[in-house]
């Protein structure tokens, strides 16, 4: 007989699930026996409180990139940045996996890249869900998660997080080996 588990479909999406989401796979982890979670968080409020949650875990807080917003400057506020270092988590402020320079093609040259077209393919889950596999793949880039590891992701909808996901991890340039295993929660509009 298969394993079963349940998964939590939020009413709508946003910060609001946030407490819930990171509550709800902190105990999927536990009973997966997962310790490696991901999670991302660009001001790092998300990471902050993730980093209070998942003390003890290898927790990868993935910040974006320097110059996302304003050229030279990460969006990382150094409060949270304190308590997400202070609770053992990492930081990576790294470049998005499914956009960074066929965003600057699309931008350049209006040409719709391979990128785009996987982010939107994972967006019909929804945009937390993503972001986790996005993430995912991020961190393993950086040697910070092991390809072919079970990890939890979490992301959200612009800000907070709504979504998590069990991900079979992998590298950026391998991303169809990773495989998404369970879906924990997600908002449901």
Same mark, same amino acid.
């Given at each position: 007989?298969?394993?079963? %588990? %349940?998964?939590?479909?939020?009413?709508? #999406? +946003?910060?609001?699930? *946030?407490?819930?989401?990171?509550?709800?796979?902190?105990?999927?982890?536990? =009973?997966?026996?997962?310790?490696? &979670?991901?999670?991302?968080?660009?001001?790092?409020?998300?990471?902050?409180?993730?980093?209070?949650?998942?003390?003890?875990?290898?927790?990868? &807080?993935?910040?974006? /990139?320097? +110059?996302?917003?304003?050229?030279?400057?990460?969006?990382?506020?150094?409060?949270?940045?304190?308590?997400?270092?202070?609770?053992?988590? #990492?930081?990576?402020?790294?470049?998005?996996?499914?956009? @960074?320079?066929?965003?600057?093609?699309?931008?350049? @040259?209006?040409?719709?890249?391979?990128?785009?077209?996987?982010?939107? *393919?994972?967006?019909?889950?929804?945009?937390?869900?993503? =972001?986790?596999?996005?993430?995912?793949? @991020?961190?393993?880039?950086?040697?910070?998660?092991?390809?072919?590891?079970? /990890? /939890?992701?979490?992301? +959200?909808?612009? %800000?907070?997080?709504?979504?998590?996901?069990?991900?079979?991890? %992998?590298?950026?340039?391998?991303?169809?080996?990773?495989?998404?295993?369970?879906?924990?929660?997600?908002?449901?509009?």
């Amino acid at each position: 007989m298969a394993p079963e %588990s %349940s998964i939590t479909y939020f009413g709508n #999406r +946003g910060p609001e699930n *946030t407490d819930e989401t990171l509550r709800l796979a902190k105990a999927r982890a536990d =009973v997966l026996g997962i310790r490696d &979670v991901v999670v991302a968080s660009y001001t790092g409020m998300t990471g902050a409180r993730a980093a209070k949650v998942f003390k003890g875990f290898n927790l990868v &807080v993935v910040a974006g /990139v320097y +110059g996302f917003r304003e050229p030279n400057k990460i969006g990382m506020l150094q409060e949270n940045r304190s308590i997400i270092e202070a609770g053992g988590g #990492r930081l990576l402020f790294t470049g998005h996996a499914f956009g @960074m320079l066929g965003r600057a093609v699309h931008k350049k @040259m209006g040409a719709i890249q391979v990128d785009e077209i996987v982010a939107h *393919t994972l967006r019909l889950f929804s945009a937390g869900v993503k =972001v986790g596999c996005e993430i995912t793949c @991020m961190a393993a880039d950086a040697g910070l998660l092991e390809a072919g590891a079970e /990890v /939890v992701a979490i992301g +959200g909808s612009a %800000s907070g997080a709504d979504s998590a996901i069990v991900i079979k991890a %992998s590298n950026t340039h391998t991303f169809f080996e990773s495989r998404i295993l369970e879906i924990i929660c997600k908002p449901r509009d």
